[in-house]
C-alpha cells in the first residue's frame, strides 16, 4: 500500500475504531478548569501501539503521526486505547486544526450552548463537520 494511499485511509477519526472513551463529568465540572490544548505526545507504547495497529499502521509509522485524543481532556477524555486517534501530521486535518474545534465546543459548551454528550461528539466523531461548521469560509 502506498503512503497516500495509507494516509487517505487514516484521515478521518473512524467511530468504529475510536469510539471515545471519558470520565463521567458534568457541565459544571467540566467548565470549572479553563480549555487548555492538549499537547501531549507522551503515549505509553502500550496504549500507541495498539491504536497504530487498529488503524493498519505499523510502529515505525508512529513519527507520521501525533497520538491525539478523540474525546479531548477538557471534555472529559482519557487516555485509552478506545479514546486515542492517530492524527497524520502530513493532513489539513491535523491535530491544530481538531484542537480548534475543541476549543470552540468547549466554549459552547460552557455558555450553554451545547449539552455535554453533544460537545463531546462534535469534538471527536464529528469534528471534520464541526470545524466546517464553525470555520469553513
Not at 500507541?48 to 493498519?56: A, T
Not at 474545534?101 to 463537520?129: F, M, N, P
Request: proline content about 7%; some cysteine; aromatic content about 10%.
Amino acid at each position: 500500500m502506498t503512503g497516500l494511499l495509507l494516509l487517505q485511509l487514516v484521515l478521518a477519526l473512524r467511530p468504529d475504531l475510536t469510539p471515545g472513551a471519558a470520565i463521567p463529568r458534568n457541565v459544571s465540572q467540566v467548565c470549572a478548569v479553563p480549555w487548555t490544548a492538549d499537547r501531549s505526545t507522551d503515549v505509553p507504547t502500550a496504549i500507541w501501539e495498539p491504536v497504530l495497529r487498529r488503524y493498519g499502521l505499523t510502529w515505525e509509522q508512529r513519527t507520521d503521526y501525533l497520538p491525539t485524543l478523540a474525546i479531548p481532556k477538557s471534555l472529559g477524555g482519557v487516555y485509552a486505547v478506545e479514546n486515542l486517534w492517530p492524527a497524520p501530521k502530513a493532513s489539513e486535518w491535523n491535530q491544530t486544526r481538531k484542537q480548534l474545534v475543541e476549543h470552540r465546543v468547549y466554549d459552547e459548551l460552557c455558555a450553554g450552548r451545547l449539552h455535554l454528550d453533544e460537545a463531546q461528539q462534535k469534538a471527536s466523531t464529528g469534528w471534520i463537520a464541526t470545524w466546517r461548521m464553525y470555520f469553513a469560509k
